[in-house]
């Protein structure tokens, strides 16, 4: 066995300790998001909203069985909303995701159709040639996203001689202005939702993006930074 795949085994190994652990102590007055796995899972989803455990597994370097009880514990708590979307569920804070906008948030976290779509809007023209040198992935994955995402209205395409070219159109943009009242919804029922559960929060600071709240419960203390704008935070990179 490698150092690496052992050190990892033993982390996982751990993990799942610490899951079987709060099983198992169920009766103890904890709230939900005070568990700092949890914390960093909700962030990430909003960050991400509409992602799957796979891509919540490795940007929380746990296992995917950890993530999944980690999520279904929020769930039943009422801080995470499961989705359909297409053979898998995908996985947002409750109250911050309309149906209508589920398949295009999933598409934009499924990480190859994000990089996809950012390339075609930082080089608008593009032709499937070009992003399929620019990112080196198949040609056949650059055709399948994008027709995915022109299916959703995110991008366009014009026939320019022998190519396709791609951009992107303003539909995110409507969207986002179609947002505003839910996020301020959004970030008065997680409030809501934080009291009901023990928590004690305290919001540090508001912008039209984020909110940072200060999260307390007996002598447990810690800060969140929730993102509150779904179609901005989901073209992060990271």
Known sequence: MSKGFAKAFKRDIAREAEVASEKWEGSRDTSTLMN????????Y?????????????????????TVKWHVERMNRSGFVRSFRFGNKFVFAPE?????????????????KARRIFIEVQESPGSSQKDISETLSVSHQTVISFTGRLIDEGLLRSVVDGRFIRYFPTDALEKSRSRYFTRMK?????????????GIRPKVL???????????????????IRVHTDPFFTSLSED
């Open 36 to 43: 700092t796995t949890r914390q960093d899972l909700f962030v």
């Open 45 to 65: 989803l909003s960050r991400h909203p509409c992602s799957n455990l796979t891509c919540m597994a490795r940007a929380v370097k746990l296992s995917v069985p």
């Open 95 to 111: 109250w911050m995701v309309a149906d209508e906008d589920i398949i295009a948030l999933g598409l934009l976290n499924t990480p």
């Open 185 to 197: 919804g959004f970030r008065e029922e997680l409030i809501r939702a934080l009291k009901k559960d």
């Open 205 to 223: 600071r508001s912008t039209d993006r984020y909110i940072v709240m200060e999260v307390a419960q007996g002598r447990d203390r810690g800060s």
